[in-house]
């Protein structure tokens, strides 16, 4: 997944799935279908934010308001409308992922678009219902997501034929809304100050800027076919290369900005902060010198694949939403 292929390779016909005649087939299509690193990152997300919202309540000595729906009706929210707008992209894209993400369950055949637009369908009314029995805050963070996703894939708007567009879009949703919303959805849970605290505007801009590389890094394998179907990436514009020194430029500045920040915002271990992120950053240039580019094989001297790259990309992603939380309960 995620490599070119060759758009004259034809793939084996694949055996169209049922829930009820192929059940664990149909699920592990679903799953792959779901975008797992996606479904991962929306999770830890949400807890993550939770905890963060947590921690204020203790420098507050507000009494929290706690019942078993404060988490777990805005992970089913998120989760469903996460499913919605990974899979309205792959209806959108089946042509493209044909070339560039053959195994995807409709690009494999596995899926019919119909079976994809029940999914879909299902998914996004799921999530506005569990939002709309949160608050005011949860409902619009749902909402605008659904709509800018919806807006990232669909004619004739479709954004992410557009590299600015594109990565504001996900560096929007990511960044702002899913951080911000569920701050003041739990704030509100919580009975805490409707106010944004610099713990949680540094986790934004980190997550904002993240947003950014995850994007650019999202496009360099994909090249081949955004390139038959007039999408306009980064890479396409610049080559794989240069947009990959740029990325790696990028994520560099995302970890020094939080190193320089936490040591003037209150409530952040920030000796913590610099342990991990230093680690985390001296980790990240040492695998990125050892990457082979899509269009190459590994080697001796380059072992990891480009997959394999991204996914520890999404892996630093992911681990962001446990690391700060917990600097914020050590400070």
């Given at each position: 997944?995620?490599?070119?292929?060759?758009?004259?390779?034809?793939?084996?016909?694949?055996?169209?799935?049922?829930?009820?005649?192929?059940?664990?087939?149909?699920?592990?299509?679903?799953?792959?279908?779901?975008?797992?690193?996606?479904?991962?990152?929306?999770?830890?997300?949400?807890?993550?934010v939770f905890v963060i919202s947590w921690t204020v309540v203790q420098d507050s000595g507000v009494t929290p308001a706690l019942n078993p729906f404060s988490l777990v009706l805005p992970?089913?929210?998120?989760?469903?409308?996460?499913?919605?707008?990974?899979?309205?992209?792959?209806?959108?894209?089946?042509?493209?992922?044909?070339?560039?993400?053959?195994?995807?369950?409709?690009?494999?055949?596995?899926?019919?678009?119909?079976?994809?637009?029940?999914?879909?369908?299902?998914?996004?009314?799921?999530?506005?219902?569990?939002?709309?029995?949160?608050?005011?805050?949860?409902?619009?963070?749902?909402?605008?997501?659904?709509?800018?996703?919806?807006?990232?894939?669909?004619?004739?708007?479709?954004?992410?034929?557009?590299?600015?567009?594109?990565?504001?879009?996900?560096?929007?949703?990511?960044?702002?809304?899913?951080?911000?919303?569920?701050?003041?959805?739990?704030?509100?849970?919580?009975?805490?100050?409707?106010?944004?605290?610099?713990?949680?505007?540094?986790?934004?801009?980190?997550?904002?800027?993240?947003?950014?590389?995850?994007?650019?890094?999202?496009?360099?394998?994909?090249?081949?076919?955004?390139?038959?179907?007039?999408?306009?990436?980064?890479?396409?514009?610049?080559?794989?290369?240069?947009?990959?020194?740029?990325?790696?430029?990028?994520?560099?500045?995302?970890?020094?900005?939080?190193?320089?920040?936490?040591?003037?915002?209150?409530?952040?271990?920030?000796?913590?902060i610099w342990l991990t992120h230093s680690t985390l950053l001296g980790w990240f240039w040492w695998r990125s010198y050892r990457v082979a580019m899509p269009n190459q094989a590994a080697?001796?001297?380059?072992p990891l694949t480009f997959t394999n790259f991204y996914q520890f990309i999404w892996q630093l992603f992911f681990l962001e939403y446990v690391l700060y939380p917990i600097a914020c309960?050590?400070?």
């Amino acid at each position: 997944m995620g490599q070119s292929v060759s758009p004259q390779a034809t793939p084996a016909p694949v055996q169209q799935l049922s829930l009820f005649r192929t059940p664990l087939p149909w699920l592990a299509a679903f799953w792959k279908f779901s975008r797992p690193h996606t479904i991962i990152g929306t999770s830890l997300s949400v807890i993550g934010v939770f905890v963060i919202s947590w921690t204020v309540v203790q420098d507050s000595g507000v009494t929290p308001a706690l019942n078993p729906f404060s988490l777990v009706l805005p992970l089913l929210a998120c989760l469903a409308g996460n499913v919605y707008i990974v899979g309205l992209n792959q209806i959108e894209d089946v042509e493209i992922d044909r070339i560039n993400k053959p195994a995807l369950p409709i690009a494999s055949g596995e899926f019919s678009s119909g079976n994809a637009w029940s999914i879909i369908v299902f998914a996004a009314s799921l999530s506005i219902l569990l939002a709309a029995l949160g608050n005011w805050y949860l409902l619009a963070t749902i909402l605008l997501s659904l709509m800018i996703g919806t807006a990232y894939s669909v004619p004739p708007v479709r954004l992410k034929r557009f590299p600015f567009w594109a990565s504001v879009c996900i560096l929007t949703v990511r960044g702002g809304i899913v951080n911000l919303g569920l701050f003041l959805h739990y704030s509100h849970q919580l009975r805490l100050p409707l106010a944004i605290p610099a713990r949680m505007w540094a986790l934004t801009a980190f997550v904002l800027v993240f947003s950014i590389v995850i994007a650019i890094f999202k496009d360099i394998p994909d090249i081949e076919g955004d390139r038959r179907f007039n999408i306009t990436t980064f890479t396409v514009q610049l080559g794989q290369a240069r947009v990959y020194q740029v990325a790696r430029l990028v994520l560099t500045l995302c970890y020094v900005g939080m190193m320089a920040a936490v040591p003037l915002i209150p409530g952040i271990n920030w000796l913590f902060i610099w342990l991990t992120h230093s680690t985390l950053l001296g980790w990240f240039w040492w695998r990125s010198y050892r990457v082979a580019m899509p269009n190459q094989a590994a080697s001796a001297d380059l072992p990891l694949t480009f997959t394999n790259f991204y996914q520890f990309i999404w892996q630093l992603f992911f681990l962001e939403y446990v690391l700060y939380p917990i600097a914020c309960l050590l400070g």
